[in-house]
């Protein structure tokens, strides 16, 4: 908690924010400063932030075309192995193996590792799970999830100093400036 | 923002009232006011309605067990069905139920890719119902198969024979079809849940609480870095499903259709299904928004808009249903096959009349009570139709399945199907059994989708006044 400092040194600095516009206002301006470690922490997405932290666009697409690229591989090759290579049974005259009859379940395939896909990517792209972070024991920070915007600049930002980063977000408009504990 | 646009050219004129939409929160609810009703639910004392609906829940839940205990330990003989109708009330209920699930998936993701903003209040509670229907749906051909400790021979897994599964049967189709769908709809909800987990996670007042939702929250803080990977992750999950779901119908309907037999073999099936299981499925969400939108005290939420519009859903799915039934009997006559064309007049007119008079009026007349804006804005008679939706949609797959199957080309080989107690105890029982894991995910999980919702608020919108925009600004 933020009263054992006797050796820990902060682990970011936090300021509060009540409305979208204003977490927005003070993120372009964060991301103006040149700061590369920060954050900001929302309830729900809000639109546009993405451009005013100058973030890019997300690539968890390609771990799902990866997914869904092995998934359809993996189908048509499975049938075909299993019912024409390995133990092929002749059933009603049809052929084999055809990629249409074998195209339902390499699709329902393509579908099932896309998502898969699409699920890890996130999560690996995030860090998640993540059970603990400094974060989570700041007692404030809860309202991240219910009604208060955050924006979070990391102490080890290059650009980081202690006085300089807290006028910053005090300029920008945050409310209660606090530090938080590693 | 471009400095070279002019501001004062931006600057978008309110519409006029008339043609103003009505708010999707009612009563300018704040944002905390939407965390605090939604996970109320789920803190608060365990309500007295919530007991006297778990109990019956849980006790037909039991009864369906044993059902199944009895059929595994004795033989499908329990069950009505025997020579020459071999699907009855299984096949019945596994195309009801999975059908039922599709209204689910249409709102979480078909909706969401036609940014239909108004799915956020209802989808986390219609995705929860399709991963319960499609837990009931999958019981029945589990079950149907006899001799169930050999149901693993559907999954190309090696066995002692050395032979594979046979991958030109369409009901091999419709073993990955369903369980990538129950899979992927899982994945679906769960993501979904991840934020609203957190909430739950930081209001939690006890230690215990505080670990479960925790642990499921994975850590979950909000941050915009992950907000944007999740985002694209759920419009990609959406894109996903979009076509899963209407390929899991089709293929169910791939069950019947690639099959000779006359009333099954048409090219109509596919998007005929689809439009009755999504038909079905908004019968099912409203039986069960209507009551609990009451119950929870979310009529803020679950506005008058949104089962007017799902009312319109069921108009619009409905008449669709009933155009395809048009359709079978024309292409019966017009396609002059002579078995086809008895089939469906022995459909209206045979023994199984009945069945097929009761499809009828409860999937095509019903609906069409919807076109009256009275109508659609009185919930008592909404929750009324919604319930002939769903008898007629069981009624829809039994007149196909049982009636197409009855009479075989030989008179020697027909026959007319009569459930017995163990049909009508399991299908029974397989309400219990859905309604009990429903109770327990209004218990315990947000039952609305709390940060989504957040989200299509004007609070929520950073160029929205009442986002804190200042004139000007952006």
């Keep these: 908690m933020s009263s054992n400092v006797s050796s820990s040194r902060p682990y970011a600095i936090l300021a509060e924010f009540d409305t979208p516009a204003d977490t927005m206002h003070a993120a ?155 | 923002m471009d400095a070279s646009v002019d501001k004062a050219s931006l600057r978008i004129v309110a519409p006029p009232v008339e043609l103003e939409r009505e708010p999707l929160v009612l009563k300018k609810r704040s944002l905390a006011w939407i965390s605090d009703a939604v996970a109320g639910i789920a803190e608060g004392k365990t309500p007295t309605w919530w007991w006297a609906a778990f109990f019956p829940s849980v006790l037909l839940m039991l009864m369906c067990f044993s059902m199944i205990g009895y059929l595994i330990s004795t033989g499908v003989g329990v069950w009505g069905l025997n020579h020459p109708i071999g699907w009855a009330w299984d096949i019945t209920n596994f195309v009801f139920w999975i059908g039922i699930g599709h209204a689910g998936t249409l709102i979480s993701a078909i909706l969401f890719l036609l940014r239909q903003k108004w799915r956020t209040s209802i989808n986390r509670a219609a995705e929860a119902m399709t991963l319960f229907a499609v837990a009931c749906a999958g019981i029945f051909p589990l079950i149907h198969v006899g001799r169930i400790w050999l149901a693993w021979w559907l999954f190309p897994l090696p066995n002692a024979n050395g032979i594979w599964p046979q991958f030109r049967s369409p009901l091999l189709w419709d073993v990955f079809a369903v369980s990538t769908y129950a899979t992927v709809s899982l994945l679906f909800w769960y993501v979904g849940l991840i934020p609203d987990l957190a909430t739950m996670r930081d209001r939690a007042k006890t230690a215990v609480r505080k670990f479960c939702y925790g642990l499921f929250a994975l850590g979950w803080t909000g941050s915009n870095r992950h907000w944007s990977n999740y985002e694209k992750a759920y419009l990609l999950l959406a894109g996903l499903s979009t076509p899963l779901v209407l390929s899991v119908h089709s293929i169910v309907s791939f069950d019947f259709a690639v099959s000779q037999v006359p009333g099954w073999h048409t090219t109509i099936f596919p998007p005929y299904f689809v439009a009755g299981a999504i038909f079905s499925g908004f019968g099912m969400v409203l039986t069960l928004m209507i009551p609990l939108r009451t119950l929870c005290k979310l009529e803020d939420l679950i506005t008058i808009r949104h089962i007017e519009l799902m009312a319109k859903v069921i108009l619009a799915t409905g008449s669709m249903v009933g155009y395809a039934y048009g359709m079978e009997f024309f292409i019966a006559w017009y396609g002059g096959n002579p078995y086809e064309l008895y089939a469906f007049k022995n459909r209206a007119f045979g023994p199984y009349w009945w069945a097929y008079w009761i499809m009828l009026s409860c999937n095509v007349i019903s609906p069409q009570f919807f076109w009256f804006k009275k109508i659609r804005t009185n919930i008592v008679l909404v929750f009324i139709l919604s319930i002939f939706v769903n008898i007629g949609m069981w009624f829809e797959r039994f007149v196909i399945i049982v009636t197409s199957l009855h009479r075989d080309y030989l008179p020697s080989n027909w026959g007319y199907f009569k459930p017995t107690y163990v049909d009508i105890l399991t299908f029974v029982g397989s309400f219990g059994l859905f309604m009990t894991l429903f109770l327990l995910f209004m218990r315990f999980l947000p039952v609305i989708a709390i940060s989504e919702v957040k989200g299509v608020t004007p609070q929520a919108d950073p160029h929205h006044p009442l986002g804190g925009a200042k004139g000007g600004h952006h």
């Design chain 1, 28 to 182: 372009e301006i964060v991301r103006d400063a040149g700061f590369k470690k920060w954050d900001v922490h929302t309830p729900f997405p809000v639109h546009g932030m993405d451009q005013a932290m100058g973030l890019k666009g997300s690539i968890v697409g390609y771990f799902t075309f990866a997914g869904g690229l092995t998934g359809v591989t993996l189908g048509m090759t499975m049938i075909w192995w299993m019912n024409q290579f390995d133990y092929a049974i002749v059933v009603g005259g049809k052929p084999l193996f055809s990629p249409l009859s074998a195209f339902p379940v390499s699709y329902e395939l393509t579908i099932l590792l896309g998502a898969f896909g699409t699920l890890f990517g996130m999560f690996s792209l995030n860090r998640l799970p993540r059970l603990h972070h400094p974060l989570l024991k700041h007692p404030r920070f809860r309202a991240a999830t219910h009604d208060k915007f955050y924006v979070v600049i990391e102490c080890a930002d290059i650009k980081y100093s202690t006085a300089e980063t807290k006028a910053l977000l005090e300029k920008a408009g945050g409310k209660h400036i606090e530090f938080v504990e590693e």
